[in-house]
């Protein structure tokens, strides 16, 4: 059974700041890996998605990195801005069924 | 134009009533889906259709019963509401198959309050 680990629960940086999103999963037999970020009281967002044979995708300030050997997934946020606080959720599909599996997300705020 | 969309956004109903949310995705995707978010925030899968077929079943309580009328409309009907039902529930949808990315795209959800 897939589980899927979000380390810290919650992290407060200042802005300006370069920083670490980390997610970690049991079973390496991944289709793809998918970051979203959801606003208090909304719905999630799709950030990046990461398909099982790639290592890496980017999005403007944005990069996810995917190391499937290991079960670690990174989310890489560039020069932090107030606006980047949410909390970030990391989602593993599995192969055969489409469905995702979740971290518990990183509850991130950015001070300016 | 809303990619995916839901009603009602806030639903507020008494234990044991029967109720219904909808949801509709005009991105052309042939599978739908309903996550729960509980009290915690983690968010788990409760059914996927394919094609107006249900394909997963995730040991939902059979008082959820998810209708799809078509491609683009998954329903949730849910009977005799416990309090424990109170979450919120997202919808989403993905394109799956060959050369497809399977990405998964969420609605807003519906916040359902059982009092």
């Known amino acids: 059974k897939q589980e899927v680990t979000q380390i810290p629960a919650a992290l407060s940086v200042p802005e300006g700041e370069n920083l670490v999103l980390n997610c970690s999963f049991t079973d390496s037999a991944i289709y793809n890996l998918q970051w979203f970020r959801q606003d208090p009281g909304k719905g999630l967002t799709s950030l990046l998605l990461?398909?099982?044979?790639?290592r890496e995708q980017t999005s403007g300030r944005l990069n996810a990195s995917l190391d499937k050997s290991s079960g670690r997934s990174t989310l890489y946020i560039a020069a932090s801005q107030p606006g980047d606080s949410a909390t970030y959720l990391c989602a593993v599909g599995g192969q055969g069924a489409q469905k995702l599996v979740f971290g518990q997300g990183t509850r991130l705020t950015i001070n300016p | 134009d809303t990619a995916v969309s839901q009603t009602p956004k806030y639903l507020v109903t008494q234990m044991g009533n029967d109720k219904s949310i909808k949801c509709e995705q005009n991105?052309?995707?042939?599978?739908m889906y309903w996550y729960k978010q509980d009290s915690k925030k983690f968010l788990k899968i409760m059914f996927s259709y394919n094609n107006k077929e249900l394909i997963i079943n995730e040991t939902v309580p059979n008082r959820f019963s998810p209708k799809s009328p078509d491609k683009a409309h998954l329903n949730l009907h849910i009977n005799s509401l416990e309090l424990g039902d109170s979450a919120v529930y997202f919808c989403a949808s993905s394109q799956v198959g060959y050369r497809s990315s399977y990405e998964q795209y969420f609605g807003p959800g519906t916040r359902l309050t059982v009092t």
């Open positions: 991105l052309g995707h042939d599978t």
């Open positions: 990461i398909q099982s044979s790639q």
